[in-house]
């Protein structure tokens, strides 16, 4: 039969916009999540990451929220440019138990970034 | 510092043969794990490998297996081969200490099944 594949959300803003990507995760034991971004022909590259006893952290033009009460995590890209253009998955674990090296991956968001 | 490496990055093989992919993680780094990546089902799980015992298995068919090395390289083998394996496979290594747990991805071999 035919394969469906994943219908991934997109997004696309104007270079120099602010760019949020939403991701919901499933696991409430999750205590460690990460953001990825993902070009074309290239392996997911680490963006930031945050722990579950915080809500906010902040790097070099990107911001990451956590929200454990609804299980929300967002990704703001400041000043979007060009070279933002990808791929972005978020990414779940939980460090301890049995879950050891097991990163738990979202479907992914198409970030376009139009000049 | 070099980044984890992968080989090969293109591969292409026929439904019923097998196929061993290599990762060698960043240097220092004693976990490895692997991901399948197909437009149908996204990234997922394959297994994990720290100081040569595997410690976390997906949920795969016993045709996928791996193993890792006492210098932590880590390999992958896929027997009997079918067209669904077709697929990016992905290697992380993570350095795994308290203050870390980021896994950091390698390019990726690209598996085609004919």
């Known amino acids: 039969g035919e394969s469906v594949g994943l219908h991934l959300p997109t997004l696309s803003v104007q270079e120099g916009d602010n760019s949020i990507i939403n991701c919901a995760y499933s696991n409430s034991a999750s205590d460690y999540f990460i953001w990825y971004k993902q070009e074309s022909g290239k392996g997911p590259q680490f963006i930031i990451d945050?722990?579950?006893?915080?809500d906010k952290r902040q790097g070099q033009r990107v911001t990451v929220l956590l929200n454990k009460t609804v299980k929300h995590l967002s990704l703001q890209i400041a000043a979007t440019q060009p070279g933002d253009s990808a791929v972005y998955f978020c990414?779940?674990?939980?460090?301890?138990?049995?879950?050891?090296?097991?990163?738990?991956f979202g479907q992914g968001t198409i970030l376009t970034v139009h000049p | 510092k070099a980044g984890v490496t992968q080989t090969p990055r293109y591969l292409i093989k026929t439904r019923g043969q097998q196929v061993t992919l290599s990762c060698s993680p960043i240097?220092?780094?004693?976990?490895v794990s692997w991901y399948q990546q197909t437009p149908g089902q996204g990234l997922q799980f394959l297994f994990e490998?720290?100081?040569?015992?595997?410690?976390n298995k997906g949920n795969f068919p016993g045709r996928f297996s791996g193993r890792q090395f006492s210098n932590s390289r880590s390999e992958m083998n896929v027997s009997t081969l079918e067209l669904g394996d077709s697929a990016l496979y992905l290697c992380?290594?993570?350095?795994?200490?308290?203050?870390?747990?980021?896994?950091?991805f390698g390019p990726g071999t690209r598996l085609t099944v004919l």
């Open positions: 945050i722990r579950s006893n915080m």
């Open positions: 490998y720290f100081s040569e015992t595997q410690r």
């Open positions: 992380a290594s993570n350095l795994e200490v308290p203050s870390t747990d980021t896994q950091y």
């Open positions: 240097s220092g780094h004693r976990s």
């Open positions: 990414a779940e674990t939980s460090r301890g138990g049995t879950s050891y090296g097991k990163l738990t």
